[in-house]
């Protein structure tokens, strides 16, 4: 290449940089300004590249969020906004972002995400407060992503699986405001092996919590072990009683009907992911309450459940108060439906781990901006954020990809309003059966390898 080749080469990349930071025609450009991008900010010089860390960032974005979630799409975008703005029109060769993507740091992303979690959370109103502290939801899930061997070593299919013909599997734990529905942490790892279930991937998720926060989820997580962890932290718990245990409501301190404190004793056995210092540090017993409430839904038999809950004091907290605050916790189901399904992050695209950990962590960068105007338009119109609908949302914010809005408050507003003007039919505990009425291609199912099949024909 020549220098004047080189020159122009160069020059062409700054004014293309430049018009794609002024303009309002990039996906996210208004919903994450610059000024929150800190944390992407370190280190290399940017100045010679078309993908720089913003513009990197701010295109994987839109990536996450569109309905065909491939790099060639997410190019095109750029290409479009440069061609709309009268910049130099960059190449549709996807390399250029492809290495970019490659070169954000996870941490950085991940911080991001907690960050604008911690900004909505910090800010809210006394009145989305349940009995003065926030409550916060825990479940788990898992997702998958290309047959690829890095992503088999770090995360591997199920054993029951023949090789070559399952897929990579992880296993995720997600801490979720109820109030806001931002996701405040999420922890990742196999779905087999040592320290990987979700036990394990919610202590790594504890120190986010404190002792102004109300956990709840379900009965998976009623141990000895983290009830007394949530009482020495001061943070309270409300979870399904687990099934092996049988309550004696004629033992204990009798509260009223169905409703006593009882002693837990400490097992005998230490678990094998402790080490014998910390089971030590452990109280020999706690108290905790157990209450037998009722779960009404419309159309479906009254149905009768053992809560267990650090919140002593029945008459600060009812067997009513306790029965309405568990509803809450189906709000964490449709806040992972909504991530995985709604956003397509069910199925994964990264070839690598490091990969798959960005990508995972850039989706959750998006569902939490989305959630950020939705506690904005819950807070303008006086109405509970767990009211309006993400997928409105989301289709809301998606054409601004094409064009350019949000450029003044007024229209920031409008969007708000937008918003905010439709809720969702309030239906906890609702479930749909998983059937599909239109048949689909009656492809059989791949029983091996696929290269074996190439073989025998």
Not at 62 to 81: E, G, L, M, P, Y
Not at 184 to 196: I, S, V
Not at 206 to 219: A, F, I, K, V
Request: hydrophobic share 40%; net charge positive.
């Amino acid at each position: 290449m020549s220098i004047c080749t080189s020159i122009l080469s160069k020059n062409h990349h700054l004014n293309t940089q430049k018009r794609l930071k002024e303009t309002k025609c990039l996906a996210f450009k208004e919903l994450l300004p610059k000024e929150e991008l800190v944390p992407l900010m370190k280190g290399e010089n940017h100045r010679d590249r078309v993908y720089t860390p913003e513009v990197t960032l701010w295109t994987f974005l839109s990536q996450a969020i569109d309905a065909d979630k491939s790099q060639q799409a997410a190019v095109n975008r750029v290409v479009a906004t440069a061609i709309v703005n009268g910049a130099p029109v960059p190449s549709v060769n996807t390399s250029g972002f492809s290495q970019a993507r490659s070169n954000l740091e996870e941490a950085s992303i991940s911080l991001l995400a907690k960050n604008i979690a911690q900004q909505v959370v910090g800010h809210l109103p006394k009145e989305w407060l349940w009995k003065q502290k926030q409550i916060k939801l825990v479940d788990g899930s898992t997702v998958s992503m290309p047959d690829t061997q890095r992503n088999q070593e770090t995360y591997p299919q199920s054993k029951c699986q023949k090789a070559g013909v399952g897929f990579p599997i992880a296993r995720i734990v997600a801490l979720i405001d109820y109030a806001t529905g931002v996701l405040l942490d999420l922890a990742l790892g196999p779905c087999q092996g040592k320290e990987t279930g979700e036990h394990a991937l919610l202590r790594q998720l504890l120190p986010t919590l404190t002792s102004n926060d109300l956990l709840l989820g379900d009965r998976y997580y009623s141990s000895f072990f983290l009830m007394a962890t949530l009482i020495k932290r001061g943070i309270s718990g409300v979870f399904p009683l687990h099934h092996t245990r049988q309550p004696d409501f004629k033992m204990g301190t009798i509260l009223g009907k169905k409703d006593h404190i009882v002693t837990w004793k400490k097992p005998g056995k230490k678990p094998n992911w402790m080490t014998g210092e910390e089971y030590n540090e452990f109280p020999e017993e706690i108290s905790v309450r157990e209450v037998a409430v009722e779960i009404k839904q419309p159309g479906s038999r009254t149905k009768t459940l053992i809560l267990v809950s650090t919140l002593l004091d029945s008459i600060d907290v009812s067997k009513t108060a306790l029965a309405s605050l568990y509803s809450c916790r189906w709000f964490i189901e449709l806040s992972l439906r909504a991530i995985k399904e709604t956003m397509n992050m069910d199925i994964l695209r990264g070839k690598t781990p490091s990969m798959i950990r960005k990508e995972l962590w850039v989706h959750l960068l998006a569902y939490n901006l989305i959630r950020r105007w939705m506690a904005q338009a819950a807070w303008r119109s006086g109405k509970a954020v767990s009211t309006l609908s993400f997928k409105l949302t989301l289709q809301l914010l998606r054409p601004f990809e094409s064009f350019a809005l949000l450029a003044t408050p007024e229209q920031q507003s409008q969007l708000t309003y937008a918003i905010a003007s439709k809720t969702v039919a309030n239906r906890p505990g609702r479930e749909e059966p998983r059937r599909i009425k239109r048949r689909q291609k009656p492809f059989p199912l791949l029983q091996m390898a696929r290269e074996l099949y190439k073989n025998v024909a």
